[in-house]
């Protein structure tokens, strides 16, 4: 089983629509969880991080973790065009390596 | 403030040759990241560097390596590329001890094509 699962795409939306991303995770030790967005040729910027559960919100961005079914979500409202992307769900514990699903192409249709 | 920068940006090499790449970490930092993003295969990591030691390694072959200068700064080697070893070679940095999520920070990446 992999580390972290994330279903890759694409996924096409209309510019205004609410986008739903999300990924598993398979070891419940696992302390950070983050999302980064990668544009075409370009290194992932840190979108939005967690620590342990629960909700975060950044704008029109909001991150979700649920520990108990290991389940994170990334929730993106008023799409723009700009925010075509590749979204890379991680996860982390302090002071070690980042692991990364394999990122779900997103693409916001003007 | 400078961030991580990677040279080359783009690098060919024929199968069989050896592949060198470069990281300069944000100043300041002191723990270096490799990692590999294949067509279709995600981020998949490759060795972190801390202290000018190797703190862990991916699933990589031996024919990976690398090391970690005094200032911090880092090489990636890659010996008898293979078809398969093209990728954007990505490097990332960070403070060592305060590992939180937001203090690592990504490079733009060095794309390697072997021919």
């Known amino acids: 089983q992999k580390e972290v699962e994330q279903d890759p795409g694409p996924l096409s939306v209309p510019e205004g629509a609410i986008v739903s991303l999300n990924c598993t995770y398979s070891n419940s030790a696992f302390q950070y969880f983050m999302w980064y967005r990668q544009y075409s040729r370009k290194g992932p910027e840190l979108l939005m991080y967690?620590?342990?559960?629960g909700n975060k919100e950044d704008g029109r961005f909001t991150a979700q973790v649920d520990k108990s079914s290991k389940y994170i979500s990334l929730f993106i409202r008023d799409s723009q065009p700009s925010d075509s992307a590749t979204y890379l769900c991680a996860v982390m514990n302090r002071d070690d390596k980042i692991i990364f699903g394999k990122g779900t192409r997103l693409h916001i249709l003007p | 403030e400078a961030g991580v920068t990677q040279s080359p940006t783009h690098l060919i090499k024929t199968r069989g040759q050896q592949a060198t790449l470069r990281c300069s970490p944000i100043s300041g930092h002191t723990s270096v990241y490799w990692y590999q993003q294949a067509l279709g295969l995600g981020l998949q990591f490759l060795l972190w560097y801390d202290e000018g030691e190797e703190r862990n390694r991916g699933n990589f072959p031996p024919r990976f390596s690398g090391r970690q200068f005094p200032n911090y700064s880092s090489e990636l080697n890659v010996n008898a590329l293979e078809l398969e070893d093209s990728a954007l070679y990505l490097c990332?940095?960070?403070?060592?001890?305060?590992?939180?999520?937001?203090?690592?920070?990504f490079g733009e990446g060095s794309w390697l094509t072997v021919v």
């Open positions: 990332a940095s960070s403070f060592t001890g305060t590992g939180g999520a937001d203090t690592i920070y």
């Open positions: 967690t620590y342990s559960s």
